[in-house]
């Protein structure tokens, strides 16, 4: 704040970046549904590339991948968290897990500080119905999470949300 006040430019040290707003799932409660069905895309992956060398270069501490999508559905996630870390950016991912493989797992195994899964559901049936998916993905989002959680060790703060219906 001090440096403001003098009139210095101040950066953010944590920013949260949409690698894309593609969803593989169709959850009732999200509120880029109905904009997303109409404007599907991705962040090109070589701008995604040279943000993170940009907001390295300024002092950004953090980045929260998240996003009007699931970050784990941009071809090159994995390049990206890997990004992250050679310039010594600590991440975070908030994913709904079912991409929770491959490549993928191993940067973000070695690298990540935490992964928050949007589970929502204690059941294969409930799943699948909150998540709107074709086919169950409950039991191998579980298993993603198990195998993370192996390769990870315990170094790696993983996380499941929940949204309660009544």
């Not at 953010?12 to 404007?39: K, M, T, Y």
Request: overall charge negative; aromatic content about 6%; hydrophobic content about 45%.
């Amino acid at each position: 704040v001090t440096a403001m006040l003098a009139g210095e430019r101040v950066y953010p040290i944590s920013v949260e970046i949409d690698l894309s707003n593609v969803c593989n799932h169709g959850c009732a409660w999200c509120s880029f549904n109905g904009f997303r069905q109409d404007n599907w895309v991705s962040l090109d992956g070589a701008r995604a590339l040279t943000l993170l060398d940009e907001l390295a270069a300024v002092g950004v501490k953090s980045i929260t991948f998240t996003g009007g999508g699931e970050p784990l559905v941009h071809a090159q996630a994995a390049e990206i968290f890997q990004r992250c870390a050679d310039r010594g950016m600590e991440f975070g991912i908030v994913t709904n897990g079912r991409r929770l493989e491959g490549a993928v797992v191993e940067v973000i195994a070695r690298h990540a500080t935490f992964v928050r899964v949007s589970l929502d559901a204690g059941t294969t049936q409930t799943h699948q119905l909150l998540h709107a998916t074709a086919m169950p993905e409950f039991t191998r989002i579980l298993g993603n999470l198990t195998r993370l959680r192996e390769t990870a060790g315990d170094r790696l703060t993983i996380g499941a949300s929940m949204c309660i219906f009544d």
